[in-house]
């Protein structure tokens, strides 16, 4: 490109920005402060996606109305939480306040969304008064699809099979019976068919487990039974990790999907074969949050979006955000993706309460970390373009890519990350 | 990366670095707030990072765009920001340069 269009280009922008800016002042004039508030927002669930909503909602427009409903009396990250797992962090280091959203105005209701009116526009919760808004923003992450699963479709199955993808009271629990395992006992990971919540943890899990295996219980292994045809995330990354660091410990066996479960006998049935393990670990099939079943249009399990608001494309002034999407080509359910949905909603909702233009150009990023030892970390990233000819996010090509191979600098990236992203989300 | 290359690279970056910071419109720039705001999963909100990762915000939009095409054009070593600048247009990483030079250093 020429430096005149550069400079063509520059001037437009700055032509933009300022006629952007013009609107502001529009709608600061329509809506004096001190007169009511130009909306009420509601947010359902405190995650990744829906914390950082509300904060950016307030943030950005403090005019606003802003609730969020969460049930959850703290924040505890699942990113991270796979260390937990490996005995090299505690729980309390994931867990985290919501006080500090209290600085930007947020109104917290410690409540659970049980119900969402869609023509009253009203959010029904189990204990509270209904919740009435002028825009929604529902970030309930995932549930888990245990019909799927018959033998773990009770609540006594399922406190003794462990999933430990939210992470919280199963990480604790599941983190002690990896102590209590005798040295010789085998871990199994079934991994559940690809959409699912953060695609390269399973395979990090199972890293940082052999990890501790490999200190602690050398006679121990890791089985992944994966439903999936092969790694569905930085593939050669976690092949080549394993053969350097876990070679008879951890062993892969694809298109494994657990089609049921003996729960008396601790084996998982798969089509062509049946599993015993000492200690199974299963992530089972996911959908989006129930919650937000008025608006999983896509396969009857995920809401499907227009990728420039993250509004509904079933329900008008409803967005979603979050692993509850159908995610773009590209796009992986992930805490970070969540994130950063959060801003092009909370822009949208803004820009729809307030008269001004919704952003034509969304662009996002992706940076997942996962740890493959107690200290090395492997990443993938990718940025996200809107694309008005597709009329979605679009990965821009020649763009992201993976390490080149584990190392500890990118280990100290990945919790600096962390610590990053917990306080853009929650302070 | 070849010696030349790498000298055409540098050039280019020198070239880009030529253009007229002049547009003072950054902190309005909403568009490119919102792009900006997917930096702070890793540099924090507004740019003010937590311990262990660069800040970004009230640094100099020249200082940071050199940076950005450096990143981008492989001249500057790195293990994630060299595959992020390249999903940006080089006018795009100039508001995002201006719009974190903008930012009230903390």
């Known amino acids: 490109m020429s430096t005149i269009d550069r400079r063509g280009f520059i001037r437009s922008a700055g032509g933009l920005a300022l006629a952007l800016g013009a609107g502001v002042g529009v709608g600061a004039c329509a809506t004096p402060v001190g007169r009511a508030a130009p909306g009420r927002v509601v947010v359902i669930g405190g995650g990744f996606g829906g914390a950082t909503a509300a904060k950016y909602l307030k943030k950005w427009e403090p005019r606003l109305e802003v609730t969020l409903v969460e049930r959850n009396q703290n924040f505890v990250s699942c990113p991270i939480s796979n260390l937990v797992l490996a005995g090299v962090k505690r729980i309390e280091d994931i867990t985290l306040a919501y006080d500090g959203l209290a600085r930007y105005g947020v109104r917290l209701v410690r409540d659970e969304a049980v119900a969402i009116d869609v023509d009253k526009r009203e959010v029904r919760l189990a204990k509270g008064d209904p919740l009435p808004w002028d825009r929604l923003v529902v970030a309930p992450g995932i549930d888990f699809l245990y019909e799927q699963i018959p033998g773990l479709n009770n609540a006594d199955a399922r406190q003794q099979v462990l999933h430990a993808w939210k992470a919280g009271a199963q990480t604790v629990a599941l983190r002690k019976r990896l102590e209590e395992l005798p040295d010789g006992g085998v871990f199994a990971i079934s991994i559940p068919k690809a959409p699912y919540r953060c695609p390269p943890g399973p395979y990090e899990r199972a890293s940082v487990v052999a990890h501790y295996f490999k200190q602690h219980k050398p006679r121990s292994k890791v089985l992944i039974l994966d439903g999936n045809p092969e790694i569905t995330s930085k593939k050669a990354l976690f092949l080549q990790a394993w053969e350097e660091r876990y070679k008879g410990i951890i062993e892969y066996r694809p298109d494994s999907v657990l089609q049921d479960f003996d729960v008396r006998a601790n084996v998982g049935k798969f089509e062509f074969e049946s599993v015993r393990a000492e200690l199974f670990n299963v992530i089972p099939p996911q959908r989006s949050g129930l919650i937000a079943s008025p608006f999983a249009n896509v396969g009857g399990r995920w809401a499907g979006v227009d990728f420039r608001s993250f509004e509904s494309t079933a329900v008008p002034g409803v ?98 990350w962390a610590r990053n992203i917990w306080a853009d989300a929650l302070t | 990366m070849p010696i030349a290359t790498r000298a055409l690279a540098a050039l280019a970056a020198a070239a880009a670095l030529a253009l007229p910071f002049s547009v003072q419109a950054a902190p309005d720039d909403r568009p490119v707030r919102v792009w900006a705001a997917a930096c702070a999963a890793c540099h924090g909100t507004d740019g003010h990072a937590q311990a262990g990762m660069t800040s970004l915000a009230g640094r100099n939009a020249d200082e940071l765009y050199t940076l950005l095409i450096e990143f981008k054009r492989d001249v500057r070593p790195a293990t994630v920001m060299h595959q992020h600048a390249k999903g940006y247009t080089d006018e795009e990483l100039q508001r995002l340069a201006q719009w974190f030079a903008a930012q009230a250093k903390r």
């Open chain 1, 319 to 416: 967005h979603l955000i979050g692993d509850a999407i159908a995610t773009a080509p590209g796009m992986p359910k992930s805490g970070f993706m969540a994130n950063n949905h959060a801003k092009v909603a909370a822009d949208a909702v803004i820009a729809s309460l307030t008269g001004l233009e919704p952003n034509p150009t969304p662009i996002i990023a992706n940076t997942c970390y996962s740890f493959v030892s107690d200290r090395d970390v492997v990443h993938v990233a990718s940025i996200h373009k809107f694309d008005t000819q597709e009329n979605t996010l679009l990965p821009v090509k020649g763009a992201g890519g993976l390490s080149a191979v584990a190392n500890d600098l990118e280990g100290k990236y990945a919790l600096a």
